[in-house]
């Protein structure tokens, strides 16, 4: 199990697996860059515009840059093959297991999925993306493992 290809990139995953895989992890990054810009600029995806609601919005900037960054990493290391996209990949998927749970738990306790806004239904579809997502990809990329780091496994 300690070999690795000829030209030292992943083999084993099909190549329209990737190119999905991949693609909704750059429609990650770019839908995280579109939700920022509108919550700051022009306020479409906000929910509410109280204290409480805006405080623990404007918390998440840096943890969804974090989140977006290692998403495109992920998508082009694994359209690449390179064994980082394990590494990236992982750290994707944790970070939008952690960023959904944490908005669920506030639009729980705040009973905003209550609300029937087409801002409440933006969030809702965010928030399933990235724990049905986040998940998928923990347990894909790690069920395939050797593949993606490149490990022949005869």
């Known amino acids: 199990m300690q070999s690795t290809t000829s030209s030292g990139k992943a083999e084993g995953l099909g190549s329209y697996q990737r190119l999905i895989i991949a693609g909704l992890l750059f429609l990650t990054a770019l839908f995280t860059l579109y939700f920022w810009l509108d919550f700051f600029l022009v ?3 906000r929910i509410l515009d109280t204290e409480v609601y805006l405080a623990f919005e404007r918390a998440f900037p ?5 989140m977006a960054s290692v998403s495109f990493v992920a998508g082009v290391t694994l359209l690449r093959k390179s064994p980082l996209a ?7 998927g944790s970070a939008l297991i952690f960023l959904g749970l944490m908005d669920v738990l506030f639009g729980l306790q705040q009973g905003i999925y209550g609300l029937g806004t087409s801002a409440v239904l933006l969030e809702a579809i965010i928030n399933a993306f990235s724990l049905v997502f986040g998940t998928f990809l923990l347990g894909y990329l790690w069920s395939r493992r050797w593949a993606v780091l490149g490990v022949v496994t005869s």
């Open 43 to 45: 306020g479409g995806v």
């Open 62 to 66: 840096a943890a969804d840059a974090w």
């Open 86 to 92: 394990l590494l990236f990949g992982l750290a994707a």
